[in-house]
């Protein structure tokens, strides 16, 4: 059965870096790819995506902080976090979709853009910052 692993996750001061990685396990269409995060409490949020032809969008809070990336010959997605901040904790989930119609965009408080949701999801990875 496909799968999405994370990994990289982990505990950092404010203003550090962290990448996450997420690999691909078994066939999964990667039309879209997406990552996710999530505080106990609150909706799952959309951070950032990339189609498969390298497109990008970011939510505004990370802009100019996270670069989203994929690795095609390796089926690996990846999240480099710089200039983290405490706001920035959360448990964080990376996901995919292999329909071409898939909207593949970061919207403001919707993980299921224009009623689409994701075909997979990863189990999270915990991500801390502390001040």
């Known amino acids: 059965q496909a799968q999405l692993y994370e990994s990289g996750g982990g505990s950092v001061q404010a203003g550090g870096s962290l990448r996450l990685s997420c690999e691909v396990s078994g066939y999964i269409g990667t039309q879209c790819m997406g990552w996710f995060r999530q505080v106990p409490g609150k909706a799952r949020e959309g951070v950032a995506t990339?189609?498969?032809?390298?497109?990008?969008t970011y939510a505004e809070s990370v802009k100019g902080r996270f670069t989203i990336s994929k690795d095609n010959t390796k089926d690996i997605l990846y999240l480099q976090m710089n200039s983290l901040k405490p706001d920035d904790t959360a448990t964080f989930y990376c996901?995919?979709?292999?329909?071409?119609?898939?909207?593949?965009?970061?919207?403001?408080?919707?993980?299921?853009?224009?009623?689409?949701?994701?075909?997979?999801w990863g189990q999270g990875i915990q991500v801390v910052v502390s001040s």
């Open positions: 990339i189609d498969i032809n390298g497109g990008t």
């Open positions: 996901a995919s979709d292999a329909r071409r119609e898939f909207p593949c965009r970061v919207i403001p408080g919707i993980t299921a853009p224009f009623g689409y949701e994701y075909s997979y």
